[in-house]
T-cell receptor, first 114, second 113 residues
Framework: AQSVTQPDIHITVSEGASLELRCNYS??????LFWYVQSPGQGLQLLLKYFSGDTLVQGIKGFEAEFKRSQSSFNLRKPSVHWSDAAEYFCAVGRNSGNTPLVFGKGTRLSVIA | KAGVTQTPRYLIKTRGQQVTLSCSPISGHRSVSWYQQTPGQGLQFLFE???????NKGNFPGRFSGRQFSNSRSEMNVSTLELGDSALYLC????????????FGQGTRLTVV
């Protein structure tokens, strides 16, 4: 069965510092991978996705993620965090043939301090 | 292009009542999925509808049901509400079933008292 692990429940970074959020997945074939962001009381917004090809993918708001098959990881990065990036971040995995629901990690809450 | 619209945004219901939540997907999208989000369990898949047929169902009791109409709009119903049903219910729409991209609505916050 597919599963996603986000090891960090809560991360605090200083504004302007770099950020890396970890995501590990368990899946028997090449997955579709996603990162979503959720602001308080809001729905989920897609930051970026990986289907195939280049393992470094660029997303919106200056985020990027790198797919590492050998480590079953899809970590999210941002070189310089802004206060507006404070939110909850979810990693998700889907089957590349579809027909099954996305499986989400438990999320990582990001706090940004001045 | 309008996004995914969920109504109502907030609901307060009493234990034992039933509730119906609505989701209008992005125009042209035919797949609608529902998720329950709680602080303890995170995002849990409820069910998926495509072409008016339920295609997948999560591990929830039969009190949770849904349907999809010919215009792809979807509703979910929860009967005999329990306190533990308090959650944010999120709807996601996709063009098809291939998991290429899901767009989420803002959710309906259900509080059961």
């Amino acid at each position: 069965a597919q599963s996603v692990t986000q090891p960090d429940i809560h991360i605090t970074v200083s504004e302007g510092a770099s950020l890396e959020l970890r995501c590990n997945y368990s899946y028997g074939a090449t997955p579709y991978l996603f990162w979503y962001v959720q602001s308080p009381g809001q729905g989920l917004q897609l930051l970026l996705k990986y289907f195939s090809g280049d393992t470094l993918v660029q997303g919106i708001k200056g985020f990027e993620a790198e797919f590492k098959r050998s480590q079953s990881s899809f970590n999210l990065r941002k070189p310089s965090v802004h206060w507006s990036d404070a939110a909850e971040y979810f990693c998700a995995v889907g089957r590349n043939s579809g027909n099954t629901p996305l499986v989400f990690g438990k999320g990582t809450r990001l706090s940004v301090i001045a | 292009k309008a996004g995914v619209t969920q109504t109502p945004r907030y609901l307060i219901k009493t234990r034992g009542q039933q509730v119906t939540l609505s989701c209008s997907p992005i125009s042209g999208h035919r797949s609608v999925s529902w998720y329950q989000q709680t602080p303890g369990q995170g995002l849990q898949f409820l069910f998926e509808y495509f072409s008016e047929t339920q295609r997948n169902k999560g591990n929830f009791p039969g009190r949770f049901s849904g349907r999809q109409f010919s215009n792809s709009r979807s509703e979910m119903n929860v009967s005999t509400l329990e306190l533990g049903d308090s959650a944010l219910y999120l709807c996601a729409s996709s063009l098809d079933r291939r998991n290429t991209e899901a767009f989420f609505g803002q959710g309906t916050r259900l509080t059961v008292v």
